[in-house]
Each structure stands twice: as C-alpha cells, then as structure tokens.
C-alpha cells in the first residue's frame, strides 16, 4: 500500500511538472517586434545635437523582429523591415511611420501570420509590404520633393501652389488617413472649385499639376497603385489672344519709352526682335549673351535649355550694355536698371515688368488685352506678312522660314499660332466683284 502511495504522489509530481512547463511554453512570447532608430532614443531627441540628428537620419531605420519557430521552439531573428521609411526626411514622420507598420504586424501575426508558414509568405502582408500608408499631405509632400529634382524652378512652383491649394481645400481634419483611399469624386470637386473661382484655364492648369505629382506617387514612390487623375477630361477654354499693335501704336510707345523708361524699351526689345517670352528675357543672364558670335542662351517653356540667334537690328544696344563689366550670374534685367543679382521667383519677375508696362498701357489707353506679350505677337505677324506679301512666300516657305525663328516646337503650334492671329489676310479683292451695290 504504501509503495503505490509513493507511486501515486510521484505520477502526480510528474503531471504537474509537465503541465508547469506546458504552461510555460505557452507563455514564451510568440515574437517580438523594437524599432531600430538610427541608435538614438527618439525620446531623447530634442536634447541632441545637430550633427548627432543628422548621423541618425543618415543610418537606415527599420522594424527588428524575432518569431518562434513551432518546430525548435526557439525565437529566429527575420530579415529587418525598412518598408520604405528611410524616404522620410524627419525624425517624427520615421517615427510614426514605423509605429504604424509595427501596429500592422502585430496585427497580422494576430490573425495568424507566420514568417514559417509557406502559404503566409505569399499572402498579402507579405506581397504588399512595400505599399506604405501616407495621408495626402504627406504623400503629396513626398511627390513635390521628387520633382524638385527633376523639373524647372517655376515648374516646382506650379506643384507646390496647387499641392497646398489641394490641401487646404481637402481640410487638415479630413477622415481620409490614406492617400489609397482619395478618390475621383474629391479631386472633382477641388477642380469643380477652381474652375467657380477662377477660369476653366486654371482649373487645367491644376489638374495637370495635381496628376504630375500623382504620377511620380505612382512611377517613383510606388505610393499609390495608379494615377486617376490623368484620366479627367480638360475643360474647353478660350483662346488667349493678344492683341497686336498697329504701326501708329507702336512708333507713339517707342517714342515715348525713348523719353521716359529706355531700360524697358531695351527689354521689349528682346521680346520683340529674339521673340522671347516675358519670362524668358526674365531668366537671361550675362553669361547668356554670347556677342562674338551674335547668340544668346535661354530657358524655354519646353527645353531646359535653348539658343537663338541676335539679329543685327539690336545687336549695338545689347553691346551698349557693357556686359563685360558685370558678374557673369548677374540677370540681364532687374529693379536696379541693370544687370545685378536678382533672387526672386518668376511670377514676381514678370510682375515687376509687367507694372512698368502698365504705365504705358495707361498713358495710351490700352486695353485689356495688350501687354508685353503683344510685342511678341505683332513681331511675328509682321515678319509673316512680309515674308507672304513683300517677298512672296508660300504659306508652307512662310511657315517654314519663321518657325526656326520663333522657336516654337512643331509646325503645328506655330500654325495654330498664326490662325489665331489671323496673320494670312488675302489681298483686296474688290476687282473680283462683277455686282456693285
């Protein structure tokens, strides 16, 4: 009796020591997930310095996780997760990223996710890992500093106008938190805004900035899945058309500039004999005149870089100028009168040239529709006529000898061009007419 006592109390020893460990095994964490900061304490922060935030930054983040694997029972160190934070610029945009991609881990592993799992390394989580959660401000934030590397400053500028319009208008405390989850029916109905407050010009203008930064979400940052916006319709607009100046108009201007702002008559020169844009001849540097060989060197709408040649009709003015004195950087026109360092962005550029002009257009009462860009234009209606009337060209001669000239890109822009300035006026016709009233 006594030894089956014995017996007894050993096999219940046993039990118990067995289920004492099952319950242990069962109580050893399944996986474990820290965050790998650039080896500094993100709480600590503020407290560090410069360089040591910026050595941080320059190491690359990443989600460090251990799970258990069900045949050794032991915790496995998995390949670290960097899901693209390392694209983030700042501490708490990192940071927060991170907690959510770990929050989503957990998640799944909740789910029943195993790295050991064959089926589970295919699913989802796996597949989609790179595809990151970033609200709209900060996935459009992301776009625009892609681009600044790729495209003209004033081309930037465009996107950031039209990203911070987009935000504003969208609300800091909207309820979308993904960029994933903007749709057509919000874009629409900023667009919709737009073209009620401004014109159906602007309205484009926006679209096509909005789809360019959604293209880069799309193509470089692997953001989003597809760019929706390309695929909304323009809205028909009408066609910009400046007046041209009659003979008499121009002779009275010239005169009077003559007298009274001879810096914006050497300007309207540029505009006129180089048919630059405005914005062009506000770009032209010193070092872009190159007067041994009668070129100069300008950034065109459409080309980083183009080169056109300096007609002899302007050619002493420019020389004039004395060019050889100034900083090669120096802008060609600015404020001071002269060639001098000009920081300052396109549009105000074009607006301090544009106010000077006003006093013109004031002082002959000219409407609307004329401004600088006129000069452009009645150059180029000049020149076309007098290439189909006084030299008797072709329509096709006229168009070829004038598009090198104008600088536009294709045949057809420059004809468009043409059509909507109605340079190609046939001659008096009044000796064909049999029935006089």
């Known amino acids: 009796m006594g030894k089956k006592k014995n017996k007894s109390k050993r096999n219940t020893k046993c039990n118990s020591l067995a289920s004492f460990l099952s319950t242990t095994n069962k109580m050893k964490k399944k996986y474990t997930i820290s965050l790998y900061t ?3 304490n993100v709480k600590d922060w503020d407290i560090l310095t410069k360089s040591e935030k910026t050595k941080a930054l320059e190491k690359a983040w990443c989600i460090v996780w251990y ?25 708490s945009l990192r940071y927060d990223f991170l907690k959510t991609c770990k929050r989503a881990m957990k998640e799944a592993i909740s789910n029943g996710y195993s790295p050991f799992d064959k089926k ?58 993904d960029i994933q989850e903007l749709n057509k029916s919000a874009v629409l ?47 028909k607009t009408k066609a910009k058309t400046d007046r041209t100046f ?20 050497l300007y309207i020169r540029f505009v006129a004999y180089s048919f630059l844009r405005p914005v062009e001849v506000n770009r032209l540097k010193v070092k872009d005149i190159n007067l041994e060989e009668s070129l100069l060197y300008f950034k065109a709408k459409n080309k980083p870089l183009k080169v056109k040649r300096i007609p002899s009709i302007f050619i002493e ?24 360092e000009w920081v300052s962005d396109d549009n ?29 234009h009645s150059f180029i209606t000049n020149l076309f006529r007098t290439l189909r009337t006084t030299e008797n060209k072709s329509y096709s001669e006229a168009i070829e000898f004038l598009q090198p000239i104008t600088g536009h890109e294709t045949r057809e822009a420059l004809e468009k061009y ?3 300035h109605d340079m190609d006026i046939p001659k008096d016709w009044s000796d064909k007419i049999d029935f006089i009233l």
Do not use: C
């Not at 420019?318 to 009168?337: G, Q, R, S």
């Open 317 to 340: 003015d420019i020389k004039a100028m004395n060019l050889h004195l100034y900083n090669k950087e120096d802008f060609l026109f600015t404020p001071k009168n002269e060639p001098s």
């Open 120 to 177: 589970d390394k295919q699913d989802d989580f796996e597949l989609n890992e790179s595809k990151e959660i970033h609200s709209i401000k900060e996935a459009l934030d992301l776009a625009y500093d892609h681009s600044k590397l790729t495209v003209a400053k004033v081309t930037a500028s465009s996107y950031r106008t039209t990203k911070n319009q987009f935000i504003e208008f969208i609300g800091a405390k909207n309820s979308i938190k």
């Open 348 to 376: 105000s550029k074009r607006d301090t040239f544009s106010k000077r002009f006003k006093v013109v257009k004031d002082k002959f009462n000219l409407g609307a529709k004329y401004g600088l860009y006129s000069f452009r």
């Open 38 to 40: 650039g080896g500094v």
């Open 418 to 420: 043409i059509h909507t």
């Open 246 to 265: 009659t003979k008499k108009e121009l002779k009275d201007i010239v005169d009077w500039l003559r007298k009274n702002d001879a810096y914006l008559l």
């Open 67 to 91: 799970f258990r694997n069900p045949e050794t029972n032991l915790l496995e160190r998995q390949p670290n997760k960097k899901l693209g934070v390392n694209r983030f610029r700042t501490m």
């Open 189 to 235: 109905k900023f667009l919709n805004h737009k073209l009620k407050e401004t014109s159906a010009r602007t309205r484009n203008n926006s679209k096509a900035s909005l789809s360019a930064l959604f293209s880069i979400m799309e193509n470089q940052l692997d953001i989003i899945d597809r760019n929706f916006i390309k695929d909304i319709s323009n809205e």
